[in-house]
């Protein structure tokens, strides 16, 4: 049903009523116009489907007045900003000027994490909210105000009038504006075109013999039958098209994309034309069908040569592919590459005109033609630049989408986020869970050798084996370390944090240290991006250096003093190492081009600053860790803050961690395993207990630790545990044991269970971010297993050919010859 206030009753265009100063009135194009009846027919729920939201993490000196004086400028300048729809949908109202206030809310006196739920429930609540197509304005902005260097510029906006083109260039102006008022000038910006003029060059097009070859090639390529891509569903379609939808988010790998890039560049193609040709693969294999249409969203801004307008501009093209199983893909890939090309050369044809001459039956139930599309959105804010502020550009989720599923893959080549947004009606998260890690399977087996047939590499359940179950809900991670430490050093600031020897630190000391340590290594010449290396004993400074690295925006590589030395000179120059953090006794130790800071000389320098703002973002790196490699040299691996983030968070689930419990940290911060144990109990409330290099070499002086501390969980490799073992302990002990790094036996395993309270199973490598699947070991279980997936992780069974295992015989074959574990499988 059709909301009053959303939608206005269709009557006869009365220009006066507006009862505000109009400039003109231009007639709306076909794709506006697609969207209006799409609205009108659907009524709220569709017209959500249409708000689109963004926010911009402004860091660093803001001035709300000139931000003001900015956007209004931007409003001024676009007409599609100043404007309405007519009530009869056929013309957009466009007014003199239109006010857009930004309605400012502050959040600065909330405690940390209130700041965070209170922002969080007003995006919520602003997807959820309907924009007055009639009485406008079409767009909604706000900035929340966190503290004096922390502000959110939020803008909610109707597709009707922003397409993403459009969100880059009122971001670049916006930018530019500001940055020009800052300084006391007047905004320089290119020159603009319209929405009216974009009106008049449809309406000169619709008459030309271009347009009439371009509807010709739609037409032809539907003349004979018109498929139906047809997913299963979990739930039953109702009579009619459903909107509620939800997003999941899935990042790929900086290296990984390079990766595809490289695949598609053999065949002649673009990152869009790849990741689309194996989105086509993906959905032949979902739906068993050879004949698969994808809607691929084309700017017209850029083929019209109209780079400064703004205005909803977009063509959806119907790509059709014909899938042969016995081709390989890179033959697939080469035979995409010319019905990309040809769609493209043929964008100037609406959606709306090629369904009214198609003039096929509809599914009231269905979107028609394209229920599925796959967009990318890349480098919209590439041009955007603000003076003394950083930023980070936060694509919201929409709560109603118009689309079953729509795949939008966005930021820079070299690292893509794949947004899936679905209709909550027809699938369950789990199912998109299932469809994300099954395409990444995809992705994996096409791209690790794209000669391989399209029938040989189905990544089908039935073709592939999988640990699917993970410990928690998959979630959308929203926090780096960085953010979580900062909530818990607020919340347990007098509480104490860290001991070693005899030296006490409180969340408070801590987080003071590690931001007057950052600042010192920003006038040091640390930038953000690089990588500092860090060679130091263990010591409460080790473990302010680690934060403050990542602090100042770069990432750590961490070096035992203890490995020989050309080994950590090859890991310095293969890293590109610009400094390292030094103990005074290891300073002249190593050959390097680093830049030498001595962590002795830097402590005397600390001082009580403001917080630093250096932006750290999710897809930023943590730290660089080397493994051995396959072939003995070794091998970097980069972890973001997004693994990181998600790692530790899923830690605190299970095995679990809370403010009461403290954790003997006692491994090398050469080996990953080390990040569980310093930074979970941080953003926990937890107290850290950091054994001396002495300790951890001695089973005897870990047992009395374990005794004369208040220790309820340590992490140690079966070695660790059996040597201390082999060192008289006897007494049950109340802590919880994790076990990780080397196989499990079931002789140790029956041990520790007398000897403790819980006993935790952990298996990972290094490059998916210290454990990846974890097990709580119980008394009189019958074999030992390395669990269930963490959470936004799955697993899968492939052999030395990333080849899927067939069938559960196969793996049983596998894992007899090449593993002594075993994982727990999904029923299926």
């Known amino acids: ?68 004086k900015a956007f209004a400028t931007v409003v001024q300048r676009h007409e599609a900003l100043r404007s309405s729809v007519s009530t009869n949908g056929e013309h957009f109202i466009i007014y003199k000027s239109l006010a857009v206030d930004i309605e400012f809310i502050d959040l600065e006196k909330l405690v940390p994490q209130d700041r965070s739920s209170s922002f969080e429930g007003f995006l919520k609540n602003q997807i959820i909210t309907p924009i007055d197509l009639q009485d406008g304005p079409l767009l909604r902005v706000y900035i929340h105000r966190f503290a004096p260097t922390e502000h959110y510029f939020t803008i909610v906006i109707h597709h009707i009038i922003c397409d993403g083109w459009s969100t880059g260039i009122i971001l670049e102006n916006l930018s530019n504006a500001y940055n020009a008022i800052q300084k006391g000038l007047s905004p320089n910006l290119p020159k603009v075109v319209q929405i009216s003029d974009y009106a008049s060059q449809q309406f000169e097009y619709l008459q030309s013999e271009e347009f009439k070859k371009t509807e010709r090639f739609w037409l032809n390529l539907y003349k004979d039958n018109i498929p139906l891509v047809d997913l299963p569903t979990d739930f039953e379609r109702g009579k009619t098209r459903t909107y509620k939808a939800a997003r999941i988010d899935y990042k790929l790998s900086a290296k990984f994309v390079g990766e595809i890039k490289k695949t598609g560049a053999k065949a002649g193609c673009s990152l869009v034309n790849t990741m689309l040709s194996l989105f086509e693969i993906f959905l032949s294999q979902q739906t068993k069908q050879s004949d698969i249409v994808v809607g691929l969203p084309a700017a017209g801004q850029l083929a019209t040569d109209n780079q400064e307008l703004v205005g909803h501009c977009v063509n959806i093209l119907p790509i059709r592919s014909k899938i042969d199983p016995n081709n390989s893909f890179l033959e697939y890939l080469k035979k995409s590459k010319s019905i990309f090309l040809d769609a493209y050369e ?132 929203g926090k780096t370390l960085l953010n979580l430490f900062k909530e818990s050093s607020g919340k347990y600031a007098n509480k104490t944090a860290l001991s070693f ?43 302010i250096s680690l934060l403050a690295i990542m602090k100042a925006g770069a990432a750590y590589l961490p070096l035992d003093p203890e490995y020989p030395q050309d080994r950590i000179e090859f890991m310095l120059a293969d890293a590109d190492a610009k400094t390292i953090l030094l103990s005074k006794k290891y300073q002249h130790a190593y050959q390097t081009t680093a830049k030498k800071l001595v962590i002795e000389d830097l402590w005397p320098k600390l001082k009580t600053t403001r917080e630093v703002t250096i932006p750290v973002n999710l897809t930023d790196v943590a730290y660089l860790l080397y493994t051995s490699g396959s072939t003995g040299k070794p091998k970097g691996v980069l972890i973001t803050h997004q693994n990181l983030a998600n790692f530790l968070t899923s830690m605190m689930l299970q095995p679990g961690i809370t403010e009461k419990d403290c954790l003997l940290a006692i491994t090398t911060i050469s080996f990953d395993i080390a990040g569980l144990e310093l930074f979970l109990p941080l953003i926990a409330g937890a107290e850290i207990i950091l054994a001396t290099t002495e300790a951890t070499k001695d089973g005897r002086l870990l047992l009395s630790i374990l005794e004369e501390k208040p220790v309820t969980i340590m992490q140690a490799t079966p070695s660790t545990w059996q040597m201390m073992l082999d060192s008289g302990w006897k007494k049950q002990l109340p802590i919880k044991i994790l076990s990780g790094g080397e196989a499990l036996s079931k002789d140790l395993a029956e041990k520790l269970l007398t000897l403790s309270k819980h006993l935790w199973n952990m298996y990972g490598p290094t490059e998916t971010t210290i454990w990846s699947t974890i097990k709580e070991i119980l008394p009189n279980q019958e074999g030992l297993t390395i669990g269930k997936a963490i959470q936004n992780t799955q697993i899968f069974i492939v052999n030395e050919q990333n080849k899927p295992l067939a069938t559960i015989e196969e793996l049983g074959k596998y894992l007899l010859a090449n593993y002594d574990m075993i994982f727990e499988l999904d029923e299926e």
Request: hydrophobic share 45%.
């Open 501 to 543: 020897n005899s030296e006490n630190l409180t969340y408070a000391q801590i987080a003071n240290q590690v931001n007057s340590l950052a600042t010192v290594l920003i006038e040091e010449g640390v930038k953000q991006g690089d990588i500092v290396a860090i060679a130091t004993e263990r010591s409460a400074k080790m473990l």
């Open 346 to 477: 043929h964008q100037l044809f609406s959606f709306g005109q090629l369904l009214r001459n198609l003039n096929f039956k509809r599914d009231s139930s269905r979107t028609p033609l394209v229920p599925i599309v796959f967009n990318i959105d890349m480098g919209m804010s590439s041009a955007v630049v603000f003076d003394n502020l950083t930023y980070e550009l936060i694509s919201n989720p929409r709560a109603y989408e118009t689309f079953e599923i729509f795949l939008n893959a966005t930021g820079t080549e070299d690292a893509l986020v794949l947004e899936w947004t679905y209709n909550t009606q027809l699938f369950k998260e789990a199912t998109i869970n299932r469809m994300i890690a099954e395409f990444e399977a995809l992705l994996n087996v096409f791209v690790a050798d794209p000669k391989n047939t399209i029938a040989q590499n189905n990544t089908q359940p039935a073709n592939i084996l999988k640990i699917a179950t993970s410990i928690g809900p998959n979630v959308v991670i």
């Open 1 to 68: 049903m059709v909301n009053a206030k959303t939608i206005k009753p269709a009557v006869d265009f009365n220009p006066f009523e507006a009862g505000k100063e109009i400039e003109k009135i231009v007639v709306i194009n076909e794709s506006q116009r697609e969207i209006w009846l799409s609205c009108m027919i659907g009524g709220d729920a569709a017209s959500l489907a249409y708000n689109e939201s963004f926010s911009l993490k402004l860091t660093g000196s803001f001035s709300l007045p000139d931000f003001r």
